[in-house]
């Protein structure tokens, strides 16, 4: 079959039924493995390992689920403990598409012991202190647990805090919005409800006014990077269905829409397309006056100084200037960091830009300064990777190089960067950004800076079965 020739035909829909093209993707399996990444992570070896010792997962989230997955899978005997106090399970890309209207709360909220299931101990619990220096750890409830081999799975955590005048619980109220908002260890996601009901918030008042509606990135690395912008243009397109508009200011701490030029310019092309977009670049949220509806933003830029005649350039001066900019509705997306018991132990890096950060190799996962421990997921500290195709990625790596540790092997598995961020532009298209540390690495032979159907329709009805039946059971 061309596969190239068939994804076509769907996405320009010629010949083939939306409806058939939907059957057709969930009755082949190999359809379903291309469009989810021919770039796939390494697979373990078929042989088993009579490989022993005491593994600890820290972590309940997708990443913990498939390293455990493979763990059990790739050992004859495994002596395995989890650390995580979560029962429900959050399929956390979902969110964006509940702050759509495309899917309902209960749709990403599943139970998550079956993915635990029988021979693992399972400490219902979260990380307090890291002992790295002692092969130990204790849990907030007081128990100590020591290891022989440790994955750290821990993610990430909101900061809302950090910004001024906000709390949690003003979230929902005042035009106020965050798609992010979630309680993991709860198995809580309001912010995709919440935000829907922004969304149809800032509709109300586009059939009597033009609202001013604000979205904010922040300057910290972030899960999924793409979904500031996401917001930004489902929102607007929310309006556009129905005839109405607003002016949409996206406020961020970057200096550009997107790392790589090729997507940079694609998503320049869809906010011309809008037509009322105003990016702010270099502004990052600090403080908002929830009654005023103003917010503040720390805005850093460079302004020409003296011209050297030396080096033949005008000398670079850095400024920065607070800058306020007032809303009718605000969508914030929190600056984040990796949870305090790594931020303060001696597995984050401990100076330089990632600091905080779990320290691996940005091949091998394995941590810098201590061999028998290794990260997966939004926790690590390294270039690029901060979303669940990532982890995906790492999970082969990071078990295959385990079991080499653990056999007293040579570590031979690399993680290449490959990370993927399903850019949606509006209702029914996505740019499917997929790239590595070298740059673009799409996995079908199509450009990806072009908005498509066809990945719209797998990121809404494939990827999330695809999510809970294979990834998280280690099928892929």
């Not at 076509?8 to 057709?24: P, T, V, W, Y």
């Not at 309006?239 to 508009?245: A, E």
């Not at 800076?449 to 999510?467: E, H, S, T, V």
Request: charged share 20%.
């Amino acid at each position: 079959m061309n596969f190239e020739k068939v994804i076509k035909e769907i996405d320009e829909n010629k010949g083939l039924s939306r409806r058939s093209a939907l059957k057709m993707m969930a009755l082949s399996p190999v359809a379903a493995s291309v469009l989810a990444g021919s770039a796939a992570p390494t697979s373990l070896e078929a042989s088993v390992s009579n490989a022993t010792g005491k593994i600890v997962i820290v972590g309940g989230g997708p990443s913990a689920l498939m390293v455990l997955a493979r763990l059990q899978k790739g050992l004859a005997n495994p002596d395995i403990t989890i650390i995580a106090p979560n029962e429900k399970h959050i399929y956390q890309p979902g969110q964006v598409f509940v702050a759509a209207g495309e899917y309902e709360l209960e749709d990403i909220i599943f139970d998550n012991t079956g993915y635990i299931g029988e021979g693992v101990t399972w400490i219902k619990d979260e990380v307090a202190t890291f002992d790295p220096d002692n092969n130990k750890l204790s849990t907030k409830n007081g128990t100590l647990v020591e290891y022989d081999y440790l994955v750290v799975a821990t993610g990430l955590q909101y900061h809302y805090e950090k910004i001024t005048g906000l709390t949690k619980d003003m979230i929902g109220k005042n035009g106020i919005s965050s798609v992010y908002l979630n309680d993991v260890a709860a198995g809580t996601a309001e912010g995709g409800r919440i935000t829907f009901e922004w969304f149809n918030a800032i509709k109300e008042a586009a059939k009597t006014s033009k609202p001013r509606v604000l979205c904010t990135q922040p300057s910290t690395p972030i899960k999924c990077g793409g979904a500031p912008q996401k917001i930004l243009y489902l929102s607007n397109d929310y309006l556009h269905r129905d005839n109405l508009s607003a002016e949409f200011t996206f406020a961020t701490a970057g200096g550009k829409l997107f790392s790589l030029p090729e997507i940079e310019e694609a998503l320049t092309k869809t906010q011309k397309r809008y037509g009322n977009i105003t990016n702010k670049f270099g502004h990052d949220l600090i403080a908002i006056d929830v009654e005023k509806k103003i917010a503040t933003f720390l805005h850093k830029y460079e302004e020409q100084g003296e011209y050297d005649k030396d080096l033949e350039e005008y000398e670079m001066i850095d400024k920065e200037e607070e800058v306020s900019i007032g809303y009718d509705f605000i969508h914030i997306v929190p600056p984040m960091a990796a949870v305090d018991a790594v931020v303060n132990s001696p597995l984050g890096w401990q100076k330089g830009s990632a600091q905080g950060w779990l320290e691996v190799d940005k091949e091998t996962l394995q941590h810098r300064r201590y061999s028998n421990v290794f990260g997966i997921g939004d926790v690590c500290g390294i270039p690029i990777g901060k979303t669940g195709g990532s982890a995906r990625h790492h999970a082969p790596i990071v078990v295959g190089n385990l079991i080499a540790v653990m056999e007293k092997k040579e570590l031979v598995l690399k993680f290449d960067g490959y990370t993927v961020c399903p850019l949606k532009t509006a209702y029914g298209e996505i740019i499917m950004a997929e790239f590595n540390y070298d740059g673009l690495a799409p996995s079908f032979p199509l450009d990806p800076a072009q908005p498509r159907w066809i990945w719209w329709a797998f990121d809404l009805y494939m990827l999330k079965p695809m999510y809970r039946y294979l990834m998280l059971n280690g099928l892929m």
